[in-house]
């Protein structure tokens, strides 16, 4: 595996230097600069000389995440076509028919890419953080305090995607089961291929380890919006830390975390660093200049990187010269398997339907599709990795479950209300309580990539519209196998 992984990386770290090539030389007068060696064969004890390539390389471990087969889009709909939301339109088997269907295995390509490419992406970091060792000085001690808590909040992030797709959800043994890989270390030959799996508690110990040290070396703000939107500070591993604390089931984690950037009561907002809040508008979370407040940490695009032809969100879900691949499951009736469009809790007046949602005719039939990424080809909207939404229904839920009860309900009456004036959410008791969080989160975060990880979180059954039944905890199907690549290659699993 890894010899792949190093091949990729060379590949992708070739693309980083030449972005920074162009930038640097095309303003060069100079003909002397014609008979220079090309930048892009530098010795690799050169690439970590200058406090610009340094940027390049913390950018390029950005631009590794954002790969059109890992956060571009993929991993947002594996997570939300497995349940019970979307309905399969064209039976494309390049689009996630497989995930869709349950019935993707070790060999599925299209899962095989995540995985390298997120271990790909954990290899470029780990190199990164030692080449630091190695090239003392070369920037102020606090870019690279900076730059260090940025490695480790984006390597926390893929093990966190990683585990709770391939590994027993942490909720059914306290994460006792074997879990991923957990590689540490930079690797540039096969010496170590064989590396045994990790219990699914000890990598969920070193993603917050990770967290917990980009908390402290990462700046509280940027000076732009553009920056603070797509580059991790202080409060974006924290917010990390809530949903991580949440698929522990740490309740009391997740309410110490978020009491960090949530102020005690409404109107809430963050209390330090960049001050994060609910937008009037949630449509203006997922339309230009996406740097609202609301926007923690997005994944910026443009005609120059756009996410790839069948990774991006709008192509699966919208029409501007999309395929339309899911449309919104609005079936109703109790003998059929039903999606959240149709619960009575999201009516019919909330702005997020009717702004984020639309009717679609095809084939003399008329369906609704999920809005929220309305560009066209090449379909380069921003995807949203974390909202300030999510945080107050992480707190919120977490309240309800083992802290203030009233405040919960306040907390999410503020993401619902938002968009739900008239109906406001009310409660009977705590299970009531906690089904109403529950649903406003499918509401809110509709087509993020959270349906899945709220279901397995929880060790609830997953009800699949495209397997046609139940998945419960125990089948075969409920997470992701190893795949094959990494069986082959890694004889100590």
């Not at 497989?98 to 997120?118: E, K, L, M, P, S």
């Not at 966190?160 to 006792?176: E, K, S």
């Not at 917050?208 to 919006?225: F, G, K, Q, R, V």
């Not at 949602?357 to 609704?368: H, K």
């Amino acid at each position: 595996m890894k010899s792949i992984h190093k091949n990729k990386a060379k590949e992708l770290l070739k693309i980083s230097l030449l972005a920074f090539v162009l930038t640097t030389t095309a303003t060069s007068c100079s003909k002397d600069f014609l008979n220079l060696r090309p930048e892009l064969s530098i010795p690799e004890d050169n690439m970590f000389d200058t406090p610009e390539r340094i940027l390049t390389h913390v950018n390029g471990l950005y631009a590794s995440a954002k790969d059109g087969r890992l956060m571009a889009g993929r991993y947002y709909i594996y997570n939300d076509i497995r349940a019970e939301e979307f309905v399969n339109r064209t039976t494309n088997g390049v689009t996630g028919l497989a995930v869709y269907n349950h019935t993707n295995d070790a060999a599925t390509t299209q899962v095989n890419n995540f995985w390298i490419q997120a271990y790909m992406t954990i290899n470029r970091i780990n190199k990164f953080l030692e080449d630091f060792d190695k090239y003392p000085g070369v920037v102020s001690t606090e870019l690279e305090a900076n730059y260090r808590g940025e490695a480790k909040f984006v390597r926390a992030w893929m093990y966190y995607a990683l585990v709770h797709m391939f590994a027993t959800p942490y909720a059914q043994d306290n994460g006792a089961s074997p879990g991923l890989p957990l590689r540490l270390k930079a690797e540039t030959n096969t010496e170590n291929n064989s590396f045994p799996r990790s219990t699914v508690s000890e990598v969920y110990a070193q993603i917050l380890t990770d967290l917990d040290e980009a908390e402290t070396s990462l700046p509280a703000d940027y000076s732009n919006a553009n920056l603070r939107t797509t580059r991790a500070h202080k409060n974006t591993a924290i917010a990390l830390k809530t949903r991580v604390y949440l698929a522990m089931g740490n309740f009391a984690k997740v309410i110490e975390e978020a009491n960090k950037i949530v102020s005690p009561s409404a109107p809430f907002s963050a209390p330090t660093g960049v001050p994060h809040a609910l937008q009037a508008n949630i449509q203006s979370v997922f339309i230009t200049p996406y740097t609202t407040t609301e926007n923690i940490l997005s994944m910026p695009f443009a005609d120059t990187n756009a996410p790839g032809t069948q990774n991006q969100i709008g192509y699966y879900y919208n029409t501007g010269n999309g395929n339309v691949e899911y449309y919104l499951n609005t079936s109703t009736g109790s003998d059929v398997i039903t999606g959240i469009y149709t619960d009575p809790q999201w009516h019919e007046g909330d702005s997020r339907k009717t702004l984020l949602t639309a009717d679609y005719t095809t084939g003399g039939s008329t369906v609704r599709i999920l809005t929220k990424w309305a560009g066209v080809s090449p379909f380069i909207d921003w995807v949203p990795v974390i909202r300030y939404a999510e945080v107050l229904l992480n707190l919120a839920e977490a309240e309800a479950e083992a802290g203030d009860q009233t405040r919960a309900l306040a907390l999410a009456n503020a993401v619902h209300t938002r968009s739900d004036a008239n109906n406001p959410l009310t409660s009977s008791s705590k299970t009531d309580l906690i089904e109403k969080i529950l649903k406003e989160r499918r509401i809110e975060l509709l087509g993020e990539g959270f349906r899945a990880p709220d279901i397995m979180r929880r060790s609830e059954t997953i009800l699949s519209y495209g397997a046609g039944g139940e998945i419960s905890p125990s089948s075969s199907s409920y997470i992701f196998p190893i795949p094959v690549g990494e069986q082959q290659t890694n004889p100590g699993l």
